[in-house]
């Protein structure tokens, strides 16, 4: 497993932009699929975007596709989320997560139950 630390949350208003960053200490950081996913009040949690251990597949929900960017840097051992074009339904706290039970997979994973390390989260607000 790794410990993640996330960053970068915040309040922006409608069609502004923020940037998470996902810090990860661990030696499987870089053979694990990474992934953010968003809980808001009342809510299941969700996956937002997913990208797998080499950075050349990724995975975006509906709901965001076009408009955030997920990356990843191994040699710094972090994750990032690009949000653009923010609305206020993705007001929520944001997790960063790691599937390092099954490394090196083409495919990012994106189901909850396939992330066996998670941040502590950052809470995103959108204001209207």
């Known amino acids: 497993q790794v410990q993640l630390v996330e960053s970068g949350g915040g309040l922006v208003q409608a069609g502004g932009s923020l940037r998470l960053s996902c810090a990860a200490s661990?030696?499987?950081?870089?053979?694990?699929?990474m992934g953010w996913f968003r809980q808001a009040p009342g809510k299941e949690r969700e996956v937002v975007a997913a990208i797998n251990w080499i950075g050349r597949n990724t995975y975006y929900a509906d709901s965001v596709k076009g408009r955030f960017t997920i990356s990843r840097d191994n040699a710094k051992n972090t994750v990032y989320l690009l949000m653009n074009s923010l609305k206020p339904d993705d007001t929520a706290v944001y997790y960063c997560a790691a599937a390092t039970a099954v490394p090196y997979i083409l495919a990012p994973q994106q189901r909850v139950a396939d992330f066996d390390s998670w941040g502590q989260g950052t809470q995103v607000t959108v204001s209207s």
């Open positions: 661990g030696r499987t950081f870089g053979s694990a699929t």
